[in-house]
Structures are given as C-alpha cells and as structure tokens.
C-alpha cells in the first residue's frame, strides 16, 4: 500500500497553487546493458508539491536525498518515471506549445558558478542571448506572456536590457560588469550573472539548486539576500533546494523535508523548525546550529540514508528511527496533519493503529533493514575494532 504523498501547501493567493507535481516518480536504471538494466535508483518516489506564487519554498535533505532529480524534474529537464505537473492549473504535455511555455516560465539555476558561464564569453553575451531568443520582457514583472517581444533588436534596446538584470541582481555598475569574463568574476558576482540569466526571459519560477553552497561562507548572505528580494519586489516564486535547514528556515516562507527520494514533512518553515513533527526533520535540526529557535531539539540519530538501489521498504526513516514501529517497517506512512499547513508522513502521527502495528521495532530487524556494505578486507582483519 502507498499512501498519499504529503503535499507542500505554501500561503496560496488566488487562483491556486503556481507550479503543481503529483506523485513525481525517478527511476534510474542502473547495471546490466543497455536494454536490460539490472536494478533501478528510486531517486525520486512519489512527490507531490505544490508551489505557491510570490513565495519560497525550500526542499531540504541531506546529499542523496534526491532534491537535484526533483529540481531537474520540476524544470522537466528529464523524463519522469511517473506523475505529472501542472503550471497555473493547465496539465503539461510533452513536446507541445505549453511545453515550451513552460521551458520560460520555470528556470533551473545550478549549483555550481564556475561550470555554468562559458569563459570564452563575456556577461553581455550570456544575457544577450536568452533576451535575443525568448524576447525582451516589457515590463520585467514575472507574469511575461503579454509583455515579450521577439525577433531582432537594436543593440541599444539590449543594452538597456542587459543593464536592467545586472541591476536587478546588484551587479553595479552594471555597464562594467557587461563588459567582464567569468575569470574576472568571483563566484557570488557569477552565481547573480546565473540568476540575471535565469530572470531573462520573465520567469514566473525560479529553481535555485544549491545555489549558495559552493560560495565562500562569507557571500552566502548576500546572495540569499538577493533571492528574498526578488520574491519581495517581483513577486517570483523561488524552490529553494539546499542540504542546509537553517537557511531554509532563514529564506524560506515553507519547507519540504525529502528523506532517501520522499517528502516526509512539509510545512510553514518557523513552525516545522520550532515543532519538527517528523523524527528525520528533528534529527536534521539537532544538527544545524540555529540561535534563532526556540528550543533545540534533542533527537540523536544514528545511521546513514539508505541506498536507494535497495530503498528499505515501508517508511524509509525506519532503520534510523529511534521510535520504529513494527508498521513503520511494512507500509509507507500516510500524510497525518500535525500543525496549521503543517504535515507529517509518519506512523507516530496516525491514530487507529492496532497493538500489533505500534509494537517496537527489535534492535534485529532494524539491523537486517539497514545491513552495512561489506567491510574492507584490511577492516575485517583488523584485530579489537569493534563497528
Ligand atoms: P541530492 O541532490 O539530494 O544530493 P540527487 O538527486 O543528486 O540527490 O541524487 C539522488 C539519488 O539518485 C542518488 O542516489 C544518486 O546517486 C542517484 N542519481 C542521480 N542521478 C542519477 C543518474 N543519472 N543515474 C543514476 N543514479 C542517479
Ligand atoms: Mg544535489
């Protein structure tokens, strides 16, 4: 049995959610040929999102989890296993008019600066190009259908143009900054020119992958600074993909957990940071220093994710869980609520299980669960170490 997924709720204006995924499947086939593969990566299990206009949303976990598949397949960079989306209510079909709609509207920024401006060219031309290929915006609001004009363009209008996302992305002056080479560049000045590319075309969302992660601690601030603003002035909606949940709590207005290719808990950020419902999101926070919360969680976890050829069956947290149930090792749990807009995908939520189904997990079936790789023959031999 699968239960339904936890869905992100963000605050919702009119008109209902922006971006919306349901039961977002990624299966990577691994081993074997290339006709028969031998087993299959469930990088990405049954996501439900949806992104609410004007507003950020984080999706946390820790490496592995799947946030960069999700990112890839929210901007349909690649085929979903499985799940559909919708942009502003209407499904998207492959290779169709919304389609390429879509391609504007939803804008995937990288993690890493350095390999995503080409050194050869200089800022102008990065920004020239997607203004020469999608058109000018007009009035540079993030809603650009009406307000794009294609096709050639006097060198003054895309002047203008260029210095505007320089501008909009604190790259001042920015006739200066048009002019330099990536080499010229520190990696938060070109982690902006990434994001002056990606607001090019007007797009209604912006995917940010790790966006700070790669940068000196010292910019990371700044370049955060620049998200918020563009939310708060433009009005874009911002995913906001990181492995790091005090910054999600810092930037983000709601927060998706993902644990091993699943959301396991989803809500307002203060409140899923101050009163983690889910045993994994209380295990992420009892990791990351955070003055701001209230309490400090005082779960320690043991373990690392699983394996994700080899997912554990049921909730996938299991083996790692200080408060396994004997349900939590057969089913996938299904969404409780815990909080206002805030939900858990945990059997400790659920009311109505039997005696039976809260029974304890024993110490031996959570190991058989979370069977460690083989050690290293020199580890084996090693005389007096103890795992
Ligand atoms: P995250 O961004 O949270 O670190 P990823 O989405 O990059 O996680 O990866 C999730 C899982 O999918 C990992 O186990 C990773 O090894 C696997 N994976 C990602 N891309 C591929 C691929 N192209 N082929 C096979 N496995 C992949
Ligand atoms: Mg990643």
Redesign the pocket.
């Known amino acids: 049995m699968t239960g339904p997924s936890p869905v992100v709720a963000g605050p919702e204006a009119g008109g209902g959610p922006l971006l919306e995924a349901s039961g977002l499947t990624k299966h ?3 081993g074997g040929t290339r006709f028969a593969a031998r087993g299959v ?1 469930h ?2 299990d049954d996501v439900s999102l949806r992104i609410a206009r004007g507003a950020i949303t984080a999706i946390v ?12 397949l929210l901007a349909r960079l690649i085929k979903p296993t499985g799940g559909s989306l919708a942009l502003d209510g209407k499904a998207i079909a492959a290779r169709s008019r919304a389609g390429r709609r879509y391609a504007r509207q939803v804008q995937l920024v990288l993690q890493d600066p350095f390999a995503s401006l080409n050194p050869i060219h200089d800022v102008r031309y990065h920004l020239v190009r997607p203004l020469k290929l999608h058109g000018i915006p007009g009035s540079g609001g993030p809603d650009g259908e009406n307000n794009v004009a294609r096709g050639p363009r006097p060198r003054a209008v895309l002047d203008q143009a260029v210095e505007d996302l320089l501008s909009r992305v604190a790259l001042t002056p920015p006739e200066a900054f048009a002019a330099k080479y990536p080499h010229e560049l520190s990696g938060g000045q070109r982690q902006r020119v990434a994001i002056a590319r990606a607001l090019a075309v007007a797009p209604a969302i912006l995917l940010a ?2 966006p700070v992660s790669m940068l000196d601690v010292s910019i990371r601030l700044g370049v955060l600074n620049l998200l918020a603003d563009l939310r708060e002035r433009d009005g874009l909606a911002i995913v906001y ?1 990181t ?1 790091d949940i005090a910054s999600a709590r810092y930037l983000a207005d709601t927060i998706a957990v ?1 644990y091993a ?1 699943r959301i396991v808990e989803t809500g307002p950020a203060a409140a899923l940071t101050d009163q983690p419902a889910h045993p994994y999101t209380q295990l992420l926070l009892s990791a990351a220093p955070d003055p701001d919360r209230a309490q400090r969680p005082s779960l320690r976890g043991k373990g690392a994710p699983p ?2 050829a080899t997912p554990p069956p049921g909730c996938r947290f299991h083996p790692r869980c200080p408060h396994a149930m004997r349900i939590c090792a057969e089913t996938v749990p299904t969404l409780t609520e815990t909080g206002a807009g805030q939900a858990s995908a945990c059997w400790l939520h659920a009311s109505g299980l039997s005696g039976a189904e809260r029974a304890p997990l024993k110490i031996a079936d959570l190991r058989a669960a979370s069977e460690p790789p083989p050690p290293y023959p020199d580890d084996a031999a090693e005389p007096g170490k103890e795992a």
Not at 61 to 72: W, Y
């Open positions: 990577f086939p691994v990566v990088a990405v976990g820790e490496s592995g989890s799947g946030k960069s598949t999700l990112a890839k992958d790790e993909v492995h993902m290719g394996n994700l």
